[in-house]
């Protein structure tokens, strides 16, 4: 029951501070020229959708390179920092002995 309560606070909240901020004339604006952009791509993609499709996939696609090459990076200089460290060790070995 408290989920409820405060799912529709959240809700109706969200809703009264919506209108509160559209009493500014500079935020209407903004929001009609959002919507019209929105409403101008909800076009394209219902009228493409196998175009808009194609997009998401390469966009998922340069995503996940990104993230290969990112991860090769950091993969790469833990290699290094491993190496480092373990030729202090050495050097520290011989300094003893």
Known sequence: MGKNKLITGMVVG???GGAISLINQETRNYVKQELSLMSGQM???VQ???HSI???QNTLIETAENAASS???ALNAVGQIENTINEIRSEDKKKLN
């Open 14 to 16: 969200a809703i009264i």
């Open 48 to 50: 493409n959708p196998s």
């Open 71 to 73: 991860l090769d990076g």
């Open 43 to 45: 076009g394209n993609i």
């Open 54 to 56: 194609r997009q998401i």
